[in-house]
C-alpha cells in the first residue's frame, strides 16, 4: 500500500451503504486475471468517488462516484455473496 490508495477496508462503510450488508467479506472474481479476492482486499482509490481495483492485476472492480444526493455504481466481475 502506498500513499496513493488505501485498502477496501478502508471503505468499508461506502460499500456498506451501497449493499446495505457487510461488503468487505464478498469474494470477486476477477475477469481478467481470474484472481479471487475479498473486496477488502482490493485497492480503493480516492478521487472524484472511489476506484475499487483488483490487488492482483489492477483491473477495476468498482466504480462509485457522487452525483448531486446519490451513489453511482459500476460493478465489474462476479461477486459471490454468503447467505
Do not use: K
Request: proline share 2%; aromatic share 6%.
Amino acid at each position: 500500500m502506498d500513499a496513493r490508495h488505501i485498502d477496501g477496508n478502508g471503505i468499508a462503510g461506502l460499500l456498506g451503504e451501497l449493499a446495505g450488508a457487510e461488503m468487505t467479506t464478498v469474494v470477486r472474481t476477477c475477469p481478467r486475471c481470474s484472481g479471487r479476492h475479498m473486496l477488502g482486499e482490493h485497492l480503493a482509490y480516492r478521487g472524484a468517488g472511489f476506484v475499487l481495483r483488483c490487488p492482483t492485476c489492477d483491473e477495476i472492480a468498482a466504480i462509485i462516484g457522487v452525483q448531486e444526493r446519490r451513489l453511482v455504481v459500476e460493478w465489474r466481475g462476479t461477486f459471490e455473496f454468503e447467505r
